[in-house]
């Protein structure tokens, strides 16, 4: 028995509202997300963004339709952002960071992946990695000035350990001449003398293992996956 038109006719809206109910979700996704998606077109130019792009630069959506995405880098990337597009457009992923331009004139450093999917259109995540640049800075910043620190105490250890080394050296002369010219008085002279010895060598320790601990520290190679350190390259 074959189906009525009726039958047929039945089954179009169901599938209809389904698929706008799902481009509903995935628009709702789309906008809600707290990373920018930026759609570009063959030519490079954006085709539709979401509220976090449009934060990220300055720009309202209206702003962004049509622009070439080259006009939103810095000038470094703007330069290698047609390489890009060519190997984007045959086929490739791009993994990388970028500086975006914002409508202000400040960079906004961003982690980008896109890909092409259906249609030859692509799809662009861009992660604010403003966070994590100021982080990165910081610990820069604070290794720099232990590293000055240690250098200025390094400095500061080795011009006392000269004048301690001569004082040790003066004090086993002063101990041999009176060994040779005062014997009588070498017992009361010995152990005050021993006293000041001790605590020579306990300073001069303290400044060895000071000087160690300013001093470069050393390397040691550890098994390491590679994948992960050049997908961030």
Not at 62 to 82: H, N
Not at 110 to 133: C, T, W
Request: net charge neutral.
């Amino acid at each position: 028995e074959q189906p009525s038109a009726q039958g047929q006719g039945a089954a179009g809206p169901p599938r209809a509202d389904g698929m706008a109910m799902s481009e509903a979700m995935y628009r709702e996704l789309f906008e809600q997300a707290s990373d920018g998606f930026m759609i570009v077109d063959k030519q490079g130019c954006c085709a539709d963004v979401n509220q976090a792009v449009c934060a990220l630069v300055g720009y309202t959506r209206e702003e962004l339709q049509s622009r070439p995405l080259s006009q939103l880098l810095m000038d470094g990337d703007a330069a290698r952002w047609p390489t890009m597009l060519g190997e984007l457009l045959r086929g490739g992923v791009l993994r990388a960071e970028w500086l975006l331009r914002h409508k202000g004139g400040a960079a906004v450093p961003v982690e980008v992946k896109a890909k092409q999917f259906d249609g030859g259109m692509l799809q662009l995540l861009l992660r604010d990695i403003r966070d994590r640049r100021t982080a990165e800075l910081l610990r820069m910043q604070h290794a720099e000035r232990l590293a000055a620190v240690g250098s200025l105490m390094a400095q500061l250890a080795h011009e006392i350990r000269n004048p301690l080394n001569a004082a040790l050296l003066q004090l086993k002369v002063l101990m041999i001449r009176v060994h040779q010219y005062a014997p009588a008085a070498e017992r009361e002279v010995t152990m005050p003398a021993t006293a000041i010895q001790m605590e020579l060598d306990r300073l001069t320790k303290l400044l060895k293992e000071f000087l160690e601990l300013a001093g470069p520290a050393g390397v040691g190679l550890v098994p390491t996956k590679v994948g992960p350190i050049l997908e961030r390259v």
